[in-house]
């Protein structure tokens, strides 16, 4: 199987670091995918990680180990727009199809 | 931006009945999906096209039915709702970079 695992919920600060993990069990995929969600919104695309190592774009960062089974988003100067779900998503079959996490619910507070 | 339009929004429906949604995309793009998205479950696949009356199953096809006659439309039909699938329905594209953009979604409730 692909098992994909994230925290279920996360709590970080305003202005803060904060990393989010997925690690999975699999060995045959093209890439992984970090969406965003907002409550009540449809998911939107952040990053996709194909090579191992780390791909920054402005806040954001995504990070990948195939040999390790694991995957990080890191966001950097969280603002309060940042709370939302974070969705970790394998491509299978070149990514014809996706096989997603159950999400990280991230709170940011003041 | 991918113009991708999800209709109806709201739906409520009694069981038994037949639903049809609809997804709809202006730029042509091969492949869409339809996903529905439940607490504790995640988005999960249901149907995906791969082309005008090309489709296959998802891993939550059961009570399910697709169809894909024209490049744009791709819709999908309960064809008898059943209380279990109250949920939200998310249709999606695949984009060139092979990310999918999804459309805003419909509420299903199905009493």
């Known amino acids: 199987g692909q098992n994909i695992d994230q925290p279920t919920e996360m709590t970080a600060t305003e202005g803060a670091i904060v990393q989010i993990n997925c690690t999975y069990q699999t060995s045959g995929f093209n890439g992984l995918f970090w969406y965003q969600q907002h409550a009540g919104e449809a998911p939107t695309f952040l990053s996709y990680?194909?090579l191992d190592g780390l791909e920054e774009k402005g806040r954001f960062s995504s990070f990948l180990s195939r040999s390790k089974g694991y995957s990080y988003l890191l966001l950097k100067e969280l603002q309060m727009k940042d709370s939302a779900s974070y969705l970790c998503?394998?491509?299978?079959?070149?990514?014809?199809?996706?096989?997603w996490g159950l999400g990280t619910s991230l709170a940011v507070n003041p | 931006d991918a113009g991708i339009t999800q209709s109806p929004r709201h739906k409520v429906t009694e069981t038994g009945t037949p639903v049809t949604l609809r997804c709809h995309q202006t730029?042509?793009?091969?492949?869409m999906y339809w996903y529905r998205q439940d607490p504790g479950h995640g988005l999960r696949l249901i149907h995906y096209?791969?082309?005008?009356?090309?489709?296959d199953k998802g891993e939550v096809s059961d009570g399910y039915s697709v169809s894909r006659s024209k490049t744009e439309d791709f819709l999908l039909t309960l064809e008898s709702a059943t209380s279990s699938q109250t949920s939200v329905y998310f249709c999606a594209i695949r984009l060139q970079g092979d990310e999918q953009y999804f459309g805003p979604g419909t509420r299903l409730t199905v009493t």
């Open positions: 730029e042509n793009h091969r492949y």
């Open positions: 096209s791969y082309g005008v009356k090309d489709t």
């Open positions: 990680n194909v």
């Open positions: 998503a394998l491509g299978a079959g070149n990514n014809r199809k996706l096989i």
